[in-house]
């Protein structure tokens, strides 16, 4: 069964809207990374946070690892049409990485 | 240039031709992946290895054969290809805990479709 669980599947906004995607595990994650998929593209690794709490920023983007690390979340402020693609986050279980089934932004000029 | 090559980008095949999709990486990465994307599913791991000679089943290995005999190459082998088979494969590689681990790199992917 899947292990990451990730919400909403697919997500509509108008540009200069929020955008945010979450992702769940019922086991506690080492460490869960995001990535970016460009329509046509190949998965683009983001970030990785590895510490409960942990919150980094990467300029409009802000990913947030769970106190529990069983959850995480990608905010997008102000989306532009450049931040169009899927949003997939994969968390570490033992020496595995498990991918979430991602969410596709489309960003509405 | 950093980065993970897999050939080929686009195959057709039919039912039972075996084939083999090759990967190689110029990072002295330590761990290598297989992945297959499809629909609704996201990516889900077919094989891995974390070292030369050392490769472990993923999530979706049935069908699929793995070797990594040196560290730069990692294909991916379908003894008999069928139609359930027919995906996007995705090869990845990534450093090692002991090599500062980070994220994956992945290559451009292999669309298969077998007949």
């Known amino acids: 069964g899947q292990q990451v669980m990730q919400i909403p599947q697919y997500q509509h906004v108008q540009e200069g809207e929020d955008f945010t995607t979450y992702c769940n595990s019922s086991?506690?994650?080492?460490?869960i990374q995001w990535y970016k998929q460009r329509p046509g593209g190949h998965p683009v690794f983001l970030i990785q946070?590895?510490?409960?709490?942990e919150v980094k920023k990467q300029k409009r983007l802000t990913f947030q690892f769970g106190e529990a690390k069983k959850n995480s979340s990608l905010h997008i402020t102000a989306t532009q049409t450049t931040d169009v693609g899927t949003y997939f986050c994969?968390?570490?279980?033992?020496?595995?990485?498990?991918f979430g089934t991602g969410t596709s932004l489309t960003v509405i000029p | 240039e950093a980065q993970v090559t897999q050939n080929p980008r686009y195959l057709i095949t039919v039912t039972g031709k075996k084939l083999t999709v090759t990967c190689s990486q110029n990072?002295?990465?330590?761990?290598m992946s297989w992945y297959r994307q499809d629909p609704g599913l996201g990516l889900r791991q077919i094989y891995y290895?974390?070292?030369?000679?050392?490769?472990d089943k993923g999530d979706v290995p049935e069908g699929y054969k793995v070797s990594r005999k040196e560290k730069r190459n990692f294909p991916l082998i379908l003894e008999s290809p069928s139609p359930n088979q027919t995906s996007l494969y995705f090869c990845?590689?990534?450093?090692?805990?002991?090599?500062?681990?980070?994220?994956?790199?992945f290559g451009s992917g292999t669309r298969l479709t077998v007949v």
């Open positions: 990845a590689s990534r450093r090692s805990p002991g090599q500062g681990a980070r994220g994956y790199t």
């Open positions: 086991t506690t994650l080492s460490n």
């Open positions: 946070l590895v510490k409960s709490g």
């Open positions: 994969a968390g570490r279980i033992g020496n595995q990485f498990y």
């Open positions: 990072m002295n990465h330590e761990y």
């Open positions: 290895s974390m070292n030369v000679e050392v490769t």
